[in-house]
């Protein structure tokens, strides 16, 4: 008898997976995974990824084995595994999550639609991300995505058959994969069962001071809901989150109702989260509407603005945390070793790279893409064009690095941890050791130049130098932003939207 084929991509769990569930009511089941060279050996992809995804796997297939059934591995070409699966067993359908991805899973599952077409073999895709396929307009998107995200979740039959026939394969070693073991130490770990304890402690614990501790890389670390690498491999559905935060957000109302005290954090905190879910489908819908974002430009009147001048000096300088911006540097130096940082600091690299150091944002999303534990296309590419100034329809923002380490490290407690060549710079000159007096850099055991950079640019210059070149192309791109704006502004507070569409600055010069 022929098997229905469940193909995991970024789905590795077992709660409210819509394709095993419904492959499980059409017949015999077999659950694949494919390890595929060309994604692995891709400029994107890093060994901690997949140490992630093979936690996940591992937990999938015990969890599975109770059922009666595994997760049988491959490792080459999709089509081929699938073609082998159909001569050997015969294949009645194919069931998966639709994914938002690169080019090359775009381009794969553009051929296993045509393969599948071929053999007359329905492929189910069902939706998981809140993403919406072939979607016309923006307008009432938000209502699409609430409900969608307020649908039940999926539940397993009670009784599962599956294709015990077909062989489970085995899971490679990375060597013999042709990859490192994971060089990040502080990486999160994998599995369904982390996940959901994860967003229990936060919204149970760690999420109290949300709103205010996400900024900052200290308070972040603990204060962030820490769910991004398992929404993005599919250890946790983004349905269970919303649904959970909801019921969350309910118990406290209720208690407020009640008269019972509560800390007043909460909610707003909450609320703020809320926010962040529907921002995180918002930003991969629009590479789900234009796959070219994540190679071109969202406005094309800022086409040629950074090209030519790419300078790879600068460039490595950024990719090693060696800038002389500390900030900058404990930042790069924490994700080297974690695959982590919290957003805002995300956005101060990506800024940094654009403005201060003149890069197009291509080659350093693709950097950052490989050392994020949590890359998720949609939202990486269009997030990093925003941060680069290139969508003629969102603020510019220039971050000053010495800025952020005042603000959001005070104390520097961030700095020293990933810096310890200024471990003894005194607290007011952490922010820009290289206005330290000689005697001060000696007695502090850092010599400027000697045991840590020299500021690769100077701020204020260049500053300018990019809100002036940035701005030149914006007042020609307002056209243009129009029609961005059209098929990919945000339609839930259209009075400051209007205000983005015409150029509003913010600088944090």
Known sequence: ???????????????????????????????????????????????????????????????????????????GNVLA??????????????????????????ARDQQVAAWARSHAIPWTELPQTGVIRRLKSRDGWAARWNTLMSQATSELPERIEFASEVPRGRELEFAELGLPPSAKPLAQRGGETLAHAVLESFLEQRGVDYRRAMSSPVSGWDGCSRLSPYLAWGAISLREVHQALQRRRETLREEQRSGRAIDRRWLASLSSFAGRLRWRSHFMQKLEDEPALEFENMNRVYDGMREAEFDQVRFAAWCEGRTGYPMVDACMRCLHASGWINFRMRAMLASFAAYHLWLHWRPTSVFLARHFLDFEPGIHF??????????????????????????????????????????????????EPQRMPLSVQRDARCIIGEHYPTPIVEHASAYQSARQRVFARKRAARSESAAVYAKHGSRRRPAARGRRARGTTKGEG
């Open 81 to 106: 595994v699938l073609d082998e699966l159909r001569e050997r067993h015969g294949v009645a359908g194919l069931w998966s999550h639709a994914e938002t991805g690169n080019r090359i899973t775009y």
């Open 382 to 431: 269009p997030q990093f064009q925003m941060q680069s100034g290139v969508t003629g329809i969102n603020a510019v923002r220039i971050y000053s690095p010495a800025k952020q380490v005042l603000d959001q490290d005070p104390e520097g407690v961030f700095v020293r941890r990933w810096l310890p060549e200024l471990a003894e710079v005194p607290l007011e000159h952490l922010a």
């Open 1 to 75: 008898m022929a098997i229905q084929v469940v193909w995991l991509k970024r789905d590795l769990r077992l709660r409210d997976h819509a394709p095993l569930a419904a492959a499980a009511r059409a017949g015999r089941v077999l659950v694949l995974y494919v390890d595929e060279p060309e994604l692995l050996h891709s400029a994107e992809f890093d060994s901690s990824q997949l140490q992630f995804q093979r936690e996940c796997l591992r937990e999938l297939d015990t969890q599975l084995a109770p059922l009666g059934g595994c997760v049988a591995r491959r490792t």
